[in-house]
């Protein structure tokens, strides 16, 4: 999407974003066991509209994507808690990720992981999803690993539903992920598609600290 030779800004901030996606969530709105999951720490931002618009409550699941070999941002999988990993394998095999970095990876990341979810989690208890109904949330959705970890692991506590919502989100990335839940909500899907940052006229980084104090707001 260009306009006047510019990639189209969807989004004023991550506020506005939440904002928006939680008008076409409304039919949500004051159902019982209801969460809004949302992955930091930018989708925390995105997450706290969300669980205000909705009257639901707000918490976090950590992920972390593990990158190629020489490119960190490219995302080749992701680590949850407790280890859980996803990996695209065909491109771990393209950029030369071999067994042991993968192993070394994990470690790191899923350290990684638990630190976060000790930082954010003061109250030290397992996150209970059982029977709820989950709204996972981020700011966008560029390879989708961290995401697809996420979705994993929810499914691993047996939900009543699992609804993906984001802002925007790589096209093919969505619909790698779609399968995977029982709905998903996306505002944009555009085809040109670098960066999430690239669709929001500010996007600064989110803070822990901002997180922590997002969680303990009512």
Do not use: H
């Not at 940052?197 to 997002?214: A, D, I, R």
């Amino acid at each position: 999407m260009f306009l006047k030779g510019k990639m189209k800004r969807m989004f004023e901030d991550r506020q506005e974003a939440g904002k928006k996606l939680a008008q076409e969530l409304l039919v949500y709105k004051d159902k019982k066991n209801l969460l809004v999951l949302a992955i930091p720490r930018g989708g925390v931002v995105v997450g706290k509209e969300l669980s205000r618009a909705l009257n639901c409550p707000l918490d976090v699941l950590v992920t972390k994507k593990i990158g190629a070999p020489g490119n960190p941002e490219l995302a080749i999988g992701a680590v949850g808690p407790k280890g859980l990993m996803v990996l695209n394998k065909d491109l771990a095999l393209r950029t030369g990720a071999d067994q042991k970095y993968l192993d070394d990876q994990k470690k790191v990341k899923s350290g990684e992981v638990r630190r976060k979810m000790r930082l954010f989690n003061k109250r030290k208890r397992v996150i209970d999803l059982k029977g709820k109904r989950v709204i996972l949330t981020d700011d966008g959705i560029a390879t989708g690993a961290t995401i697809e970890v996420a979705i994993k692991w929810i499914k691993a506590q047996k939900p009543k539903k699992v609804v993906l919502a984001v802002p925007v989100a790589a096209p093919d990335s969505l619909a790698k992920l779609t399968p995977l839940v029982d709905e998903v909500v996306c505002l944009e899907k555009p085809f040109f598609f670098a960066a999430v940052g690239q669709f929001y006229q500010t996007f600064p980084q989110t803070t822990s600290e901002e997180v922590v104090n997002l969680l303990k707001e009512k």
